[in-house]
Structure formats: C-alpha cells, structure tokens
C-alpha cells in the first residue's frame, strides 16, 4: 500500500516520496511486463517526476499490457466504452491494485462530499455488471463510489425512465443520498425527466449530492451549460444538496479529479498531472498542453503513468477553495482532424 | 460535350500515324486559361487545403503537365495537318464520364476534374459528405479565377457538375445508368456497388481500390537525396494515400543498415518535410512509436513528433499508422515475393543503368507502376495499369 495514501489528499505535497513510489512501480512494471520494458528501453531512473515514462493511453486499445508477478492476483478486466474508433481500452484489474484504488476514491471524493455512508442510486443498468470477465468502465465508476453507501440501487433499466419508486423508497429510508449517473445520463434520466410528484415532495426534504463523471460531449447539441445543468438537477432538492463533477478515466483507475467551486481540478498527494507540448512532449509550465496523469497504485499493469489525449493547462497552487496542492483546469480533447488520402471508400 | 459547338480537331503524330482528336475547345486556349488559374494559385490558397496540397496541385497544372496525356496518348502535337498526310483514327470525347471520389479528404477530386476535363467529356463528380469537400472547394476557385467568357469558364459552365451525396441515393442509380463511362476510387465494396448499378451496354468502367505502394533502395542509393524523397513522398499523406511508399525496403542490405538509415531519415526529416504536425497526429505518432517498439520495432520518432521511422526484420507484423513508416532490409527475390496482392507503385532510385532491371520485375511481379520515388505520386495518362485517362476517347476508324 502506498504511504501516501495515508496522508490527507490535498494537504502538503511530498513529491520525492511521490517519485520514489513511481520510479520503483516503473522498475517493478519494465520486469514484470515484457512489452512495457521493450517500450521503457534505455530510460533511465526518473530522477524527477517529469522522467518517469508513460504510456499512451491509445496502447490500451491497441494490445493488452498486463504485469504477471507472484505477488499479484488478477481479477477482470476493466473496460472503458468504445470510442469513435470503434475500439476499447482494456486494463487488468488486481486484487491489492482494486484495494488501494477504492481506498483512494473515497479519500477524494470524501473531502468533497463528505465521509459519512448514505444510499447510492446509480442511474444504470445492473445487467451491465453481467458482461463475462469484463467490467464496464461506468460500472465500476459507479462501484468505486460502493465504499461511501449504506445501501446501492441501480435504478435506470435500459431504455427506460428511472425507476422512480426505487428513488423513493431510499429516500423514504434516509434523507441524504448520494445520486451518480454519467453526465449525459444524468441530464436525461434525471435533470430533464418529469419526476413524479410524490418524489418530488421527497427530494424537496432530502439532501441530494449528484455525482457524476463523463464529460460534456453528449450535451453539445443541443449544448447544456454547467449551470443550467447543476440548476436543473438541484432544482426542488433540499438543503445542502450539491453537484459534484470528477474528471477521471479507465486507465486511471482509483484517481478521480474532482471540480471545486474555484473550476479547478485537484491532484491528490499520491497523484500528479503533467502537461506537455504535444510536438516535443516537454513539460510546459503555465501553457496548455498534453495531460499526463501518474499515481503509484496499479500493479496488475503499467498504467501508472499514461499520456492522455486531453488537453488542459496546470493552475498555481493554492486555491480559492482552500485546498492546497496541485491543481489544474481541463480544457477538453486534442482536436481531431479528417483523413487525408485515398486509401477508403 | 455538347454537341451544338462545332468540335475543333488536332492533330497528333506518333509511330502508329497521326490520330485527329476532336474537342469543344480549342486545347492552346484551354491549356493558357489554366496557367492563368495558376498564376492565381501562387498568391492565393483556400484555407481548405494545405500548403503543400496546393503546391502539388498547381505543379499538376503547367502547361507540360495538361499536355502530357495527349502527348503520351495520340503523340507529338502537330501545329497543322500536312496535306496528303494520312489519318489513322479520330479520338472523340467519349461523352458522360461519372466519378465517384473517395470519402475522404482527397486531392483526386480536384486533380481528376481538372484533368478529365481536358478529354472533352461531360464530367459528374459525385463528393462525400463525410469529408471536406475540397473538389467543390477547387471548382469555386477555378470559375473565379478563369478569365470572363474564356474557353476554362465554359468548359467549366457547360462540363461540370458536382454533388455531394451519399451511398444510398438515388442519383447513384441515374448517373450510371446515364454513364458512359464509370470511374470509383474507394474501396472493393464501393467498386462492385457502382458495378451492380445498371449501365449502359458499352459503357466502360474504370475503378480505383485500396492499394499499397512501397519504396525500394539499394545499399548503393542510399544517399541523403534519396532519403529525401522518401520521406518527402512519404510525409505528405502517410499511409493514407495508395501512392505513398507503405515501407522502405533496403535491397540486398542487412537489418542493422535498416536501423542507420532510420536515423539518418530522422535526421533529415526536418529538411525534407519543413513544418509541425497536427497536434492530434503528433500524439497518434507517439502512440504509434510505443506499439511498435512494444513489439520489436526499434522505432524512433522524428523532430517534432512529426512520423515515426521503425526499422525492424522484414516479416515483423505490423500494425499500419498514418505516419509511421517501417524501414526494412530483404533480398530482392524476398522483397518481390513479399509485395502486397494489391501492390500498385514501387518507388525506386533514378538510375538508368537498372531500368533493365525493373523491366524485368514489371514482367512478373505485381507492381502496376514502377517509377522514381520522386515521381510516386506524380501520375500521367496510365493509371493502376490501365490507360485511364486514353480510355475517356472513343477511337473512331477514318478513312478516305
């Protein structure tokens, strides 16, 4: 287990404990990991954490990167929805990994929505977790918030409205609930949905914390803002209730990256985020460029530290929000261009 | 054509005997209303295409370049007809030529407009809306840029049209079946739809599937030059286009010489393809350079994350990427055995002294064109084995 994780999340940073956790997982993951170390060939130690080598995050699709060790048990694999190119990533989960990686989550999340159990409503399907050796991305999103429930209920079957009396009896049962969807699902399923009246007269005495994670892209036409978003999702709820949105992604399992009221991302201490130039790949201090996340948890696969195709640009530390540490703003993903040629019909 | 116009004849003298080519227009006047587009080119470029794109189209359009296909089809052009002299044939515009372009963002629409509509022919271009359309792009160009009233405008008025519009119309149906002579480039699915459009009998078809082109050197034709051009040939579309080189393949050389010319190609890079990649194509370029050296390919990735160059053992799998290009060594009976079934064009060095050579495995191989790597994606009247842009004539048999 990673001392880090013992520490608060965004308190003060130890970023050569941090690099000595990374550079011994990159020396664990180049023995265990064929591939990874044909990859990492002639890197030396990271001796900063800017040196510890990533992986792309389009390998994941592209072929299987698994670290075989006796020390560790692989589980499922997880597995992220296919993109536009048709293709998913696929990461083996492990048994200590899938230990630290829930243990991480709600220590983030905690600091944002509070520590304290209380009814999770996943707006999903749970025939979703029935899918052979493979786990759903979304799904185990939803599951990684399973530590923080008293009690969870899957309540959106598929191409169906919520199950609004399931929403009921949990609020019947308590008036704190945690609510977690993907953002577009949220927003159809819930914020524009026609809540029946007696849900109604609950939720206007509940306290509500809508979680959610998935990005914009399905509420750009017609485009959502964040606001009418939040609006329409807290509307007619009680006190106290809140929206929270995380960034975070598959082959960053346990590392969610939540959105304060400051419109920063935060960066546990067992966590960093690089930008870099995507021409030279050289950091970039104050610039957008090229996010690279990094944590020291996963051991059933080199992603540690993966090169993502999203854009945002490192913020200064110290936030309005008054937590310290690293933080920085998402700007979206590197825009994609048309092919070029002949060869497709 | 439109058959009202009186058709101008010229004439062409080749060692079979002087062919009459009748055309709408008369083709000195139509060849200076392009230079005159051309001219135009240098100073302005829609912000549609790129650079280079735009570079390649307007050295498509000189004045050697629009008459090379008659050149090359009828022979040399004569000013006059001597009296007495003889005619074998006359070549007339075959009529209605429809094209099916790719569905990608592609140059073939604007360059096989403009040279289409030298045959005469009445030319429908079917684009796709699932890419930029450049050849409406181009088109709008050219009307504004052809002289009022002159001989390019008209052909253009009277000869063109272009529509966008998807497998499923119905027009697809009504152009072939109005068609005298079909031409696709796409894929073998593509193809064989048009082909089951019902056509007219005696209508022709010309079609234009995914092919794979390589480029060869041997030990003694690795000079920066060359390197050069590969990587000019390559750098412009990648794996993208059936006429880049898909591979370099070093002929009689070994697998460490494979590894040094990849990083004199990296060092080069620079000075044969000048400017930054996307940085969306930057990012599939590392992405690219990890899978391959994850699975045995000693890749490298150019200045600015602009391609990567892997060289590896000839029979190492390989997964294609935009813009990676694999540097090979083999034997030349390995290399020729290895060409893909839909081989199209091998890049070679100029050099004379080995056209015997290439002769030969022109002879027996698969390749349809084998020119200088320079030249790859430089085509002139015979394209994919065929003489393309001849088959847009109807040979009439004249005699008096």
């Known amino acids: ?131 052979g050796g493979e786990l759903p991305a979304r799904v185990a999103a939803a599951l990684s918030l399973k530590a923080m429930a008293s009690d969870l209920r899957f309540v ?94 598959v082959e960053q399992v346990g590392i969610v990256y939540p959105l304060c009221r400051a419109d920063a991302r935060h960066v546990p201490v067992w966590a960093d985020v690089i930008v870099r130039d995507p021409l030279t790949l050289e950091p970039r201090r104050g610039q957008e460029g090229q996010l690279q996340l990094m944590n020291p948890l996963p051991l059933g696969a080199p992603y540690h530290s993966v090169l993502t195709e999203d854009v945002g640009v490192r913020l200064p530390d110290g936030c309005p929000c008054g937590r310290a540490g690293r933080r920085f703003q998402l700007r979206g993903r590197i825009p994609q261009a048309e092919i070029r040629g002949c060869a497709n019909g | ?130 890419a930029t359309d450049l050849t409406s792009t181009f088109l709008d160009f050219v009307r504004g840029k052809a002289p009022r009233g002159s001989a390019l405008a008209r052909a253009l008025r009277q000869n063109v049209a272009h529509e966008v519009f998807d497998r499923d119309d119905t027009r697809n149906a009504a152009w072939a079946a109005a068609a005298d002579m079909r031409v696709l480039f796409g894929s073998e699915e593509a193809a064989r739809g048009v082909e089951r459009l019902p056509h007219p009998t005696g209508s022709i078809a010309s079609y234009f599937v995914d092919r794979r082109s390589e480029a060869w050197l041997h030990p003694d034709e690795l000079t920066d030059a060359n390197l050069r051009d590969v990587i000019r040939a390559f750098a412009i579309r990648g794996q993208a286009a059936c006429t880049s080189p898909s591979r370099l393949v070093l002929i009689g050389a070994k697998d460490r010489d494979a590894v040094a010319v990849r990083d004199r190609m990296v060092a080069l890079w620079s000075s ?76 070679v060095a100029s050099n004379p002294r080995r056209l015997r050579r290439w002769l030969e495995i022109a002879a027996s191989s698969k390749a349809l064109r084998i020119v200088p790597i320079r030249e790859m994606h430089r085509f002139g009247s015979i394209w994919d084995g065929r003489r393309f842009w001849a088959d847009a004539f109807q040979i009439v048999e004249v005699r008096a």
Request: proline share 8%; hydrophobic share 45%.
């Open chain 1, 156 to 249: 959106l079957p598929p191409a169906r409205p919520v199950r609004w009396d399931a929403v009921k009896a949990a609020l019947e049962k308590s008036g704190d609930v945690l609510v977690y969807g993907l953002t577009g699902i949220l927003w159809a399923g819930w914020a524009a949905a026609a809540i029946p009246a007696d849900v109604r007269g609950r939720l206007a005495k509940a306290r509500v914390t809508f979680v959610h994670s998935g990005g914009w892209k399905t509420l750009e036409a017609p485009p959502v803002t964040r606001a009418a978003f939040e609006a329409a999702l807290l509307a007619g709820t009680g006190k106290g209730s809140q929206v929270l949105d995380y960034y975070g992604l």
């Open chain 2, 272 to 347: 044969a393809a000048p400017g930054d990649p996307a940085p969306h194509a930057a990012s599939a370029n590392v992405l690219a350079s990890q899978w391959a050296r994850a699975n045995g390919w000693r890749a490298a990735l150019a200045p600015r994350n602009a391609a990567v160059l892997a060289a590896g053992r000839y029979d190492l799998p390989f997964k294609p990427a935009a813009l990676m290009l694999p540097v090979v060594a083999a034997r030349e009976a390995q290399a020729l055995a290895g060409l893909p079934a839909n081989a199209q064009t091998l890049g």
């Open chain 1, 1 to 131: 287990m990673s001392p880090l994780l013992d520490r608060p999340p965004f308190g003060p940073r130890d970023d050569e404990a941090l690099r000595r956790e990374m550079a011994a997982l990159t020396h664990f993951h180049r023995r265990a990991c064929p591939p990874y170390a044909e990859l990492t060939k002639g890197l030396g130690k990271p001796r900063r954490l800017e040196d510890v080598p990533f992986v792309h995050v389009g390998l994941f699709k592209q072929m299987e990167l698994r670290s075989e060790h006796a020390s560790v048990r692989h589980q499922r694999v997880l597995k992220s929805s296919a993109t536009t190119s048709g293709t998913s990533s696929r990461i083996p989960l492990d048994d200590e990994s899938s230990r630290r990686q829930a243990r991480s989550v709600v220590a983030i999340l905690s600091d944002f929505i509070g520590a304290e159990p209380r009814p999770l409503l996943v707006l999903d399907d749970p025939r979703s977790l029935r899918d």
């Open chain 2, 1 to 130: 054509m439109r058959t009202a116009e009186r058709p101008r004849l010229h004439y062409f003298r080749n060692a079979a005997g002087v062919t009459a080519v009748a055309l709408p227009f008369a083709l000195d006047t139509l060849v200076k209303d392009w230079t005159r587009v051309q001219r135009a080119m240098v100073r302005e470029r829609p912000a549609e295409f790129r650079r280079d794109e735009w570079a390649y189209l307007m050295s498509s359009l000189t004045r050697e370049r629009l008459r090379a296909p008659f050149t090359e089809a009828f022979g040399e052009a004569m000013a006059t007809l001597p009296k007495g002299a003889a005619v074998g044939a006359l070549a007339r515009p075959r009529g209605t030529i429809a094209v099916w372009l790719p569905a990608s963002v592609s140059l073939l629409g604007p360059l096989v407009s403009a040279m289409l509509l030298m045959t005469g022919s009445r030319l429908r271009l079917k684009g796709s809306a699932r």
